[in-house]
Nanobody, 116 residues
């Protein structure tokens, strides 16, 4: 069974930075996509960024140029560097791990709050 644990959330002011980390444990197949999604208050969960095991990335338009996803395959970790944070980035951020043609796994989430 795969488990994902996020860390690094918190309360920051607009314009500041945060770095989220996600550690995966369990039996993980080599070919996978890890990433980050977020759920703002009162809204649906949405894509933030993903990265495949070979380094292909995908970013949501609102975070392009501000957020950077990276991963350490050997340590089974994925990171999200968030710069120039805005109040609209306030959300619960979830780590995900997906295999091709599989619904994948989710972490429990970490709260990010950006004050104006």
């Amino acid at each position: 069974q795969v488990q994902l644990v996020e860390s690094g959330g918190g309360l920051v002011q607009s314009g500041e930075s945060l770095r989220l980390s996600c550690s995966a444990s369990g039996n993980i197949y080599r070919i996978n996509t890890m990433g980050w999604y977020r759920q703002p208050p009162g809204k649906e969960r949405e894509l933030v960024a993903t990265m495949t095991n070979v380094g292909n990335t995908n970013y949501a338009d609102p975070v392009k140029g501000r957020f950077t996803i990276s991963r350490d395959n050997a340590k089974k970790m994925v990171f999200l560097q968030m710069n120039s944070l805005k109040p609209e980035d306030t959300a619960v951020y979830y780590c995900s791990l997906k295999y091709p043609a599989s619904p994948g796994y989710w972490g429990r989430g970490t709260q990010v709050t950006v004050s104006a």
